[in-house]
């Protein structure tokens, strides 16, 4: 059974299994960078961990380190492992109709999918980030979109753009990156915001503005 998002998942972002113990305390799944690992799947083939995986095998162009070459053929064959209960996928990638192979491999193995788009640049207007959002649900389980904010008005845009489409049912996983944004990994949840990501140490934080496991599982908690 693919991972379930009926309720707000937080995951421990990663490029190392073996971190998996020090996150059991207070995160839902892991997040596997596989991009960011020297051996991904061998690291799946030994894992023997407790909580289920979101692999993630993010491309350069999207800010990960994985090249094109083999990339979504590698993220397909994660999928076999049991600990795999979910995958993301770049939206882009998906619009370029490049991962067709990858995405019936993970629905024929009942591996869930997060559709993903990040803005490292700014944020976009918010009807376009509604337009991104319902664009990539037609692919996924859930809908990614993680933009960079200057300031609380952009953080605002984003917030409403997360409870009007919750509450139009669609499944959505939204956060601000930077300083100006950071405060949204805690809020988004309350607005419907289903995933949520923080390293396990601090300083191997795989994206700008991410909270720490711990500080980010109480500050959910504490706002539910």
């Not at 073996?18 to 020297?38: K, V, Y």
């Not at 095998?57 to 090249?67: I, L, V």
């Not at 991104?132 to 692919?139: I, R």
């Amino acid at each position: 059974m693919g991972l379930q998002f009926d309720s707000f998942v937080l995951a421990a972002s990663t490029a190392a299994l073996s971190d998996e113990p020090a996150a059991r305390e207070h995160a839902d799944a892991i997040e596997f960078r596989m991009d960011l690992a020297d051996e991904p799947l061998a690291a799946l083939e030994d894992y023997d961990g407790q909580l289920p995986i979101l692999a993630t095998n993010r491309a350069r162009w999207e800010g990960g380190e994985a090249e094109d070459d083999g990339r979504l053929e590698a993220l397909a064959e994660a999928t076999a492992f049991d600990a795999v209960v979910a995958i993301d996928v770049e939206l882009e990638s998906i619009l370029g109709e490049e991962t067709d192979a990858v995405l019936e491999t993970a629905r024929d193995r009942d591996v869930s999918i997060v559709a993903s788009a990040h803005d490292f640049e700014g944020t976009p207007p918010r009807k376009e980030m509604v337009r991104t959002l319902t664009e990539a649900g037609k692919y996924a389980d859930v809908a990614k979109l993680a933009v960079t904010a200057e300031s609380t008005a952009e953080t605002l845009a984003l917030l409403s753009a997360t409870e009007q489409l919750t509450a139009h049912g669609d499944a959505v996983a939204t956060m601000a990156m930077g300083e100006v944004g950071s405060h949204t990994r805690a809020v988004a949840p309350v607005y419907g915001s289903k995933i949520g990501y923080a390293p396990v140490d601090p300083s191997e934080a795989t994206a700008p503005g991410q909270y720490d496991l711990e500080t980010l599982a109480e500050l959910v908690a504490r706002l539910e």
